[in-house]
């Protein structure tokens, strides 16, 4: 079942973001995202993801690819709320 999340990263900017997308050498979403999207907000930048699955978004944060970004720019999967998706419509 599909999943969407939440992700705020307190200190984040527009620079740091696309910085971490470059490291990532994504030619799209993630592999198992349907959608990504990203902006800035109070005090950082906020990420939402819906995910194929659980174990997709799963497989993503456990990913070389995440670590190594994630070690780089110093930051964790901060999940600040995530729900079951009943219907995605593209």
């Given at each position: 079942m599909a999943i969407a999340q939440v992700?705020?990263?307190?200190?984040?900017?527009?620079?740091?973001?696309?910085?971490?997308?470059?490291?990532?050498?994504?030619?799209?979403?993630?592999?198992?995202?349907?959608?990504h999207l990203s902006g800035p907000m109070e005090g950082g930048w906020r990420i939402i993801e819906v995910w194929e699955s659980e174990e997709a978004a799963t497989s993503f944060y456990s990913s070389a690819a995440f670590h190594e970004m994630a070690k780089e720019v110093g930051v964790q999967p901060n999940v600040v709320a995530s729900w079951q998706i009943e219907n995605v419509i593209k």
């Open positions: 992700h705020e990263l307190r200190g984040w900017t527009k620079e740091g973001y696309d910085h971490a997308m470059r490291m990532l050498n994504l030619p799209g979403p993630p592999p198992g995202s349907l959608v």
